[in-house]
């Protein structure tokens, strides 16, 4: 007999007014505009953009307001959101080679080519917290240069690859895509379906694994070869064009992870990589995904395959916010009906054990 | 895929059209002089196009994530035809770059609307990214090695 209990629409919709009430909070301050968020949270926005695998700085903002800042909350929307739109098609691959630089470092080339470039980073503030912030008042605007910025930087990579000593990164474009979106991730995944599972990845997970990777469980010894920050040209072909338009200028932030190889029968020792490449300015989580990227071509480099990030189902079917996030809630639905079956059982072994010690007396007896 | 000397110069305003902000577009076509009248082929239609990267940079192919894109496509009153893709939500601006895109085509019109509409969305955009270029360039590392003892 299956028994349907209703009821609660009340409560709910209350529940859902009072979402709104206190998202809103106090009248008397002024509502958020999505400018603020997008201009002043920029970061919250990068991050959702590329956790919720859509590009659109408003939109983005607006799932972050409507979230109150829930920034799992507002991936979460932002990936409803895309199931509505048709898709085109897909762009050209981006070319990180031909970046507007806004930053770009590197931890294993103190002079190369290009130079340095900080940009804006957190890097080398004390991590006090900043009172002239809670006050109102003007900052000063960046200073200006006339440094040239060079806009075709060469990779660090490059600069290895050229004597052999880093594995080279080759195109392979007569196969196809692998498209999370829409197939099922198959094991063991390649290279492409894994480095999409990444980018669409959390973050808090990733750095978690990249962490645990540094610290012995699965060591890659990296080095951040280089990290840039920057816009690129996404080029697309309308097929009524037959030719490429750039559709979009749009803000990447690319890390490149330098790991030692102790080689293999077939490869002599050499530098192998990691790649990290998000939506926006998201450093922390391009380096994490760098990591994680090359733990996870463990076993086509003939490595031992026995930590946690090197584990391909561990990682990328636990690397999605959203799925991670559905599953765990799921748990507040209701489970009356599971729960009072589990009750009865538990009830009954504990009388089966009660009568078993009950008859084990009396016999000893 | 070859490109003719033509279809160069139209990816080229079709870029520009598409990189631009929605209200630069529309300030420099209400100074247009000569507008024409229109049709649309294709009414604006916002959609996504997946953004694909490369592994190492140079690798292979990835989908990175999609971005929104709208598109449109257009029949002006003297039957040349314009298509319009541009970054984000704006069906105006998809519209409007349709239109453009048209009349770029036509010769009479070409000269007025470059110099009325691209070449100064061009230059906003030029503009946009030199100012960020200058600010980032002033926070590029002068190394100097400090020397200690005398030889």
Redesign the interface.
Known sequence: MYVAVKGGEKAIENSQRLLADERRGDRHVNEVTLQQIDGQLSLAVDRVMTEGSLYDRELAALAVKQARGDLIEAVFLLRAYRTTLPRFGASEPIDTGRMAIRRRISATYKDLPGGQILGASFDYTHRLLDFTLAADGERPEGELSDHVIDNEMPRVVELLDRDGMMEAELPADDEPVADLTRDSIQFPAGRDARLQALARGDEGFLLALGYSNQRGFGNTHPFAGEIRVGEVAVEFVPEELGFAIEVAEITVTECQMINQFQGSATQPPQFTRGYGLTFGYCERKAMAMSLVDRSLRASELGEDVNAPVQDQEFVLYHADNVEASGFVQHLKLPHYIDFQSELVIIRRIREQIERNRGAHQEAAE | ?S?TME?RH??RW??VL??AKPKDLEVLWDNLPQKPGWRTLRRP?????????????????????????T?C?VRLENGMTG?G?????HKRHAELSAVVDALMQDPDCREDVRDGIIEPLSKMHDDA?EA??????????D?FTVVRGDD
């Open positions: 895929m490109v279809q139209r990816q079709m870029s598409a990189k239609e916002v959609g996504m196009v997946m953004v694909r990267g490369r592994a190492g940079g140079t690798g292979v192919r990835f989908n990175l994530g999609e971005m929104t894109v598109r496509s298509h893709y541009v970054s984000g939500r990214r960020a270029a200058v600010k980032a360039g002033a926070t590029k590392v190394f």
